[in-house]
């Protein structure tokens, strides 16, 4: 019964520090804050993780994990070529529409904290390998039959994350220049979802075909 108590609250902590560090990155996050939206005290916050560094670490694992497993899900599944590619580009924008904040504080502690990038390689190393060998064969194999021309995994994954990022880290400038309301950005968002889809598919068409 301790174990369960022990793991409810350390799932707890982690809940409320991942929409602080989420809502002011890790330099303005407190572990003062943290416990205050927990329901603990600070001394119990610092028994579970010991520093805000280790729980930040434990907080942004996750999240970078999440971040790459929407691209494994869907890369795994038996299907053609162009669907497997459709719905991975949209499982991706889906997760990111539901988690606007995660690229703004991953992009930003990754700049700024560069030693962070080290200890994810080495974390995620294999699911990414396993992304990019699933990949690089479904690929291989739409060349053959003259689906697609010929491109690099991580070329195809890098349009694929630039677009659909870029709609969410552009949000900010529109809102403060623009003044797009919540409504006029989720219509935005779902006309740039299938526009990213159809340039990507087109991006790959064999050049005899264009």
Known sequence: MEGNNNKDMEE?????????FLEKGYA????TEIARR??????????????????????????????ILSFHGVISQDLPFRKKL???????FEFLYENQQIPFLILNELTT??????????????????IFSHL???????????EIRTIAPFELLFSIASLNISVFLLRPVFNRIMNVENEQF?????????ENIEMILHSLTPLQEK
Do not use: M
């Not at 459709?86 to 991706?92: A, E, G, K």
């Not at 690089?136 to 003259?146: F, H, L, N, P, T």
């Not at 989720?186 to 299938?194: F, G, W």
């Open 113 to 130: 904290n560069p030693n962070r990038i080290l200890k994810l390689k080495e974390r995620f190393s294999p699911v990414v390998k396993e």
């Open 38 to 67: 927990t329901g603990c005290n600070q001394t119990l916050v610092h028994y579970y993780f010991r520093t805000k560094e280790k729980l930040f670490e434990s907080v942004f694992g996750r999240l970078v994990e999440l971040f």
């Open 28 to 31: 303005l996050a407190s572990t």
């Open 136 to 146: 690089s064969q479904d690929i291989e194999q739409a060349v053959k039959r003259g």
């Open 12 to 20: 707890k902590i982690l809940k409320a520090a991942e929409a602080v």
């Open 86 to 92: 459709t719905n991975l580009i949209d499982t991706h």
């Open 186 to 194: 989720q219509n935005l968002a779902r006309k740039r979802k299938i």
